[in-house]
């Protein structure tokens, strides 16, 4: 059958929807270095894990496997939002005055508005598999902590989020969403755990970070056998709950017949551009498509492109095992003139070990450039996209705007992994022009360096 050059959203069927989520581990050319303890610096085994997640999750952290069967329970949650539309971007092409093709995948139509309900609802099906009774966790714009409060409503478990307090203050309809989907929520740092309080009585004003609300969620989990932590992004076994993303994605594509040239997506854990991109860098790696592949993170947060390669804690405290990450050091607490998400100090294990060995490359891009993609989106395509992926839509717009010059069809293939409409406060800061550049200074990625933990030296 003939393409209709006008078809703007690309559907698949429920009954196309993928029944197993891809590991990439066993595709890679060499294994990602292991997680150590973080006070004998040896690698951790299943058991080392246990206090913090359930079993089945840890066999997925270190499955050679490269596929793993989604659970029907799962499958059928997943349908109700599931499979995504792939949307080509003909308006914004149109504005941009470009030969380029650009496809963007949207993951806002989840009830989170956001991709983080694809790993909340398995994380919380194999928690009450396990007995489990209460989840914590901690979320920053407040994504992760929505999702994780859904999907713990429809698998009675209760749920406690600690959220970063400058978001906490920034975003009130975050906190009545959480509370809607029946969880509890509080600012981080809080005077509830060891490590909140710790914190406040050095910086009582500090606008607080998620290597702190990690620390406070940790350690909460760790001191109850009926309760276990939830992580939203970095860990290998939630970069794979986001596969889904992309092979669908790949089916979509087929559909209308294109191949990628460019696939970009944002970076903050890198849960969202692994889900996307790695069942496409399956397919590289096996010789069928070359896409380059690029993952896009904010300049004022550039732990894959200015970061350290090394060991770090996951979170302030150092309570968590050592993983090897691109790293602005545990200790990191973003500065509060940034309006995105992506704060986070480290990068997933598994990315980082990718982008390492060559197969992905990496780029910065300021916040305006950002906000102003996000709005020419919007006005353009009429989704007003969460400021995490105007990162990715910058890139977007740089790729297209190549394309003009050079003349070329690149087919640009990207995720908006996230609609806006409770971060509109940012975009009231960029419209009314307090959202400025901030570019992470150098002074800051050395004195970090001094203080990562010491190992194998
Ligand atoms: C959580 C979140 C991110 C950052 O996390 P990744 O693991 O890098 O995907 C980006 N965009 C949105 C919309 C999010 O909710």
Not at 275 to 301: D, H, N, Q
Not at 391 to 408: D, F, I, M, Q
Request: with cysteine.
């Amino acid at each position: 059958m003939a393409i209709d050059p006008k078809q703007t959203k690309i559907l698949l069927d429920e009954s196309e929807m993928p029944t197993q989520w891809y590991n990439i581990v066993p595709d890679l050319p060499a294994p990602p270095p292991p997680p150590l303890h973080p006070g004998t610096h040896e690698p951790i085994g299943p058991d080392d894990l246990a206090p913090l997640f359930p079993m089945a999750l840890i066999m997925q952290e270190v499955s050679a496997d490269r596929y793993i069967d989604i659970p029907s329970e799962v499958l059928d949650v997943y349908r109700l939002w599931r499979p995504s539309p792939l949307y080509r971007a003909h308006r914004l092409e149109a504005a941009l005055d470009t030969p380029a093709k650009i496809f963007y995948k949207y993951e806002g139509v989840s009830p989170a508005g956001s991709h983080k309900p694809n790993t909340a609802v398995p994380q919380a099906f194999y928690n009450a598999q396990e007995g489990v009774t209460k989840l914590t966790t901690e979320t920053g714009a407040g994504q992760w902590g929505t999702a994780l409060a859904f999907a713990c409503s429809l698998f009675d478990i209760e749920c406690e989020v600690w959220q970063v307090r400058a978001s906490y203050d920034q975003k009130p309809y975050r906190k009545a969403l959480i509370e809607t989907f029946g969880a509890t929520i509080h600012p981080s740092p809080s005077v509830l755990t060891e490590a909140g309080r710790q914190v406040l009585a050095a910086s009582p004003d500090t606008p607080g970070s998620l290597g702190i609300a990690i620390s406070e969620a940790v350690e909460v989990a760790a001191q109850d056998p009926e309760i276990r932590y939830a992580l939203g992004s970095v860990l290998n076994h939630v970069l794979m709950h986001q596969t889904v993303i992309g092979e669908e994605a790949l089916l979509q594509l087929a559909k209308v017949d294109e191949t990628p040239d460019v696939i970009v997506g944002c970076t903050g854990g890198g849960s969202n551009f692994a889900g996307l991109t790695f069942p496409f860098l399956r397919e590289k790696m096996a010789g069928k498509i070359s896409p380059t592949i690029r993952a896009v993170e904010p300049a004022a947060c550039p732990s894959l492109t200015r970061g350290t390669y090394a060991y770090d804690f996951g979170d302030t405290a150092g309570m968590t095992p050592l993983m090897k990450m691109h790293t602005l050091g545990h200790d990191f607490v973003p500065d509060p003139i940034h309006a995105g998400g992506l704060r986070y100090h480290g990068m997933s294990p598994l990315l980082s070990h990718i982008y390492d060995s060559g197969l992905i490359e990496a780029e910065s891009i300021p916040q305006l450039e950002c906000f102003e993609a996000g709005v020419q989106f919007a006005r353009t395509e009429g989704i007003v996209p969460a400021p995490e992926p105007t990162h990715a839509l910058a890139a977007t717009v740089r790729e297209a705007l190549k394309a003009k010059e050079s003349g070329e069809e690149t087919v640009i293939l990207t995720a908006l992994c996230g609609h806006g409409l409770l971060d509109m406060a940012a975009y009231d800061r960029f419209f009314a022009g307090d959202i400025v550049d901030y570019d992470y200074p150098e002074e800051k990625v050395q004195d970090a360096l001094t203080r990562l933990p010491m190992v194998g030296s």
